[in-house]
Structures are given as C-alpha cells and as structure tokens.
C-alpha cells in the first residue's frame, strides 16, 4: 500500500510546477514515512522506532518504484537532493540539422544522449546555412520537454508513441534552448549563415573568330551549386550603354556541368543567324545560383560576327529577313517582296526548291498574320544560304516543317 501511494505521489509531483515541486517532495517523503510506520507499529517490530532503520526503509521503497519505473539509481539520489530543481527523468535525446536542399549535402548530427547534461557538455556554439532546418526528437521521459527560439516557445505537438518531435527553420542568428524543467536546460548559440551571391565576368571581351564564330571567355563562383549561365546582347547606340534597356535582349545558354560550383571557359557561339549580325552590340553575363539568386557582370560593347552574303538575291532575302524579325514592318508587305524575288526565276537559278521555299513564306506571311514568325526567319535564312551555297538538304527539311 505504501509503494502504491508513494509511487502516485511522485507521479503527480512530476507534473507540478517548478516552485511547488520541493513542497510537493517533502510531502511525499513524509507520507512514505508515516505510512511506513503504521504498518511498522501493526506489525509489532520491536525496532519500528529506530529512526535510521525508518528512513532506510523509506529509501527502499523511493527506489523500488523509480528502478521499477526505468530511471535508475541517479534519478533517485537526485530526489533527495532537496532544491528547487527536480530531476528530469532519463529520454533518448537526439537532434540533427537538415541543410537546404540545394546544397546537395546531408543532415549532421547536433546532439544524441540520453540525459541532458551530456549535451550541455557539447560545444554548443554553431554556424548554420539559412533556412537549415534544425530537428528534435526526444523518446521517453515523465515531462514535457521545452523549445524556445530568442525567447519565443516553440510548442512540442502531442507524443506520437511516447516521443515528442519538432523543427525549427533557421533564418536568424541567436539562441535555441532546449528545457526540461527548471535549470536543466541546453543552450545552442547559432549564427545563422546566409548563402553567397554567384559572381560572374568576362575573361576578355568576346572576339570574333574565322569561322565566323564569337568566342566568349567566361568565370563564375559560388559557394554552393550553380543552376545556369547565360549570355545576353542587345543592340547598342540607342538606348545607353547600362544593358537596361526595355529593346528585345537575346540570352544563349552557356555549358554548365551538374552540382558545379566554379566554371572557367571559353565557349564558341554562332550567331551569324542573328538579326543584329554585323552590327555593334552590348553583351553581359548573368549567373543563378540553386537558391534562385542572381548576379551580373560588367557590359561590354562588341561587334557581332556576320556571314557575308555575294550573291545579291541572297542578300535582298537577308535582309527582309531582319525587316521581319526587329522592324514594325507589315507582314503582307514583306511578303510582297518575296514574291517578286520568286518570280523573277533566273534570279534563283530556276531553283524549284528556293521558288517553293519564297511562295511558302509569302503565302505564310500574306494569309497567316500570326503565323511562327522564328519559324518563317529560320526558312528565309536557309533560302539565302543555298542561294549563296548551293546546299538543299537542310533546305528540303525545313520546306517540310512549314507545310
């Protein structure tokens, strides 16, 4: 009867607050007493009234239910310390820190024991990612443990079969704290670490080569994975030199390996099929990161590489070529043209191929408004080139597409 009691008492003496715990451990110790007593006097022992044998029983019996409970000795002589902090009851404590995703790297442990002041011991000063998600999980125990985030209670949900669990996103540097009750607390101070923005840069200004080709020397960094590098040019002498401006912008995507971090290359580009070829434009560099930031580098002024044209029917088709895709010119009048140009046969060589492929664009552009205008361009531009080369494989190919 006495074991039951005093087993209840404790029970409840776990759950009280800090202040009343002390109060509520006297009360208990004096209850075991008594009741130890009574039954000593009913059983007519002739040393019940032995003080020290008294309190040897009562200690017996304190331990007898916190061994039976699971906590072992050092839970009990704990007890008896009489302060106003009570002792937590034994739990597997473990916590570890998940980083971004887009790090590609995985979680560490921040702390595994199985009492608190073994992690108290830890060095607990930590520098983190931002948005690194710290995450608890505690397993076992009487109370109810405590989460505070710069003072701020983050609230443990119900135990899911006797384990409590909770995360914290971090975003800001200060103090996660742990509590158990009174003075058995763990503090981690955290710097919370915010991801570098990518830096990007030409090596030289982009040069064109004798292919015809412009070669582009680029570097970029960052401290984690990159996510893309792009080359990007508009039309210059118009609108400032600030790359801002609101004229259409062409981007080419530059080679980037998976998970890569530093990149240092050249690359070649074609871009004599641009409508600005031969001309002088502004050309920059723009870098993201896998966080989504961005960065640009300086703008330089270059001139873009351009196929030379001779033959002048070639060059009559380039050029309404560039009226189509960057001057406000109506639709049905550029196809005008075109049809002159397939008319006259002896110009194009009596080339049936080249006469399908100017009747297609005229027909596009006169009945079709709203017609793929890259498309149209993209024939237009092989039309010039087999006039000016005699090649009609990639011709026939695009005379299909169109139709």
Not at 86 to 110: D, F, M, R
Not at 132 to 149: A, D, N
Not at 222 to 240: E, M
Not at 268 to 290: C, F, K, Q
Request: hydrophobic share 40%; glycine share 6%; aromatic share 12%.
């Amino acid at each position: 009867m006495a074991i039951y009691v005093c087993t209840s008492l404790f029970d409840v003496w776990f759950f009280l607050p800090s202040i009343a715990q002390p109060i509520a451990l006297v009360a208990t110790l004096l209850t075991a007493y008594f009741l130890t007593k009574t039954a000593l006097n009913k059983a007519n022992w002739g040393w019940q009234r032995d003080y020290g044998a008294k309190y040897i029983i009562i200690f017996a019996v304190a331990s007898g239910f916190a061994i039976a409970q699971g906590q072992g000795l050092e839970i009990v002589i704990n007890a008896f310390k009489i302060n106003f902090y009570a002792p937590i009851s034994q739990a597997k404590i473990s916590a570890w820190v998940a980083p971004p995703n887009y790090t590609g790297t995985s979680h560490t442990n921040l702390a595994k024991a199985h009492r608190y002041k073994d992690l108290s011991e830890n060095d607990n000063n930590l520098t983190m990612l931002e948005g690194s998600i710290v995450k608890f999980s505690i397993e076992g125990g009487i109370r109810k443990p405590r989460l505070y985030l710069n003072g701020k209670v983050i609230a443990f949900p119900p135990p899911y079969e006797n384990t409590y669990q909770q995360t914290v996103a971090m975003y800001q540097t200060g103090e996660l704290e742990l509590n158990f009750g009174g003075k058995n607390t763990v503090v981690w101070n955290i710097e919370v670490k915010r991801d570098e923005v990518p830096s990007v840069g030409f090596t030289s200004a982009p040069i064109t080569q004798p292919d015809n080709t412009l070669e582009v020397g680029y570097v970029g960094q960052d401290d984690y994975p990159l996510r893309k590098i792009t080359f990007q040019f508009r039309k210059a002498g118009q609108y400032g030199d600030d790359g801002d401006s609101e004229e259409q912008v062409f981007s080419h995507p530059l080679p980037l390996t998976f998970e890569q971090k530093n990149v240092e290359r050249y690359q070649r580009l074609d871009l004599s099929a641009n409508p600005w070829a031969g001309t002088m434009v502004l050309g920059w560099l723009n870098i993201e990161d896998a966080m989504g930031q961005v960065s640009t580098s300086d703008v330089l002024q270059f001139r873009l590489p351009q196929k030379t044209f001779s033959n002048p029917v070639a060059r009559n088709i380039i050029n309404i070529r560039k009226s189509l895709l960057l001057e406000p010119t109506p639709k049905a009048v550029l196809g005008q043209r075109l049809k002159l140009i397939s008319e006259n046969k002896d110009d194009i060589n009596n080339d049936l191929v080249v006469y399908i492929a100017l009747r297609t664009a005229y027909w596009r552009l006169s009945l079709s408004p709203s017609y793929d205008v890259d498309l149209i361009a993209s024939l237009l531009w092989d039309t010039a080139l087999r006039l000016e080369e005699t090649t009609g494989e990639t011709f026939a190919q695009h005379i299909r597409s169109t139709n």
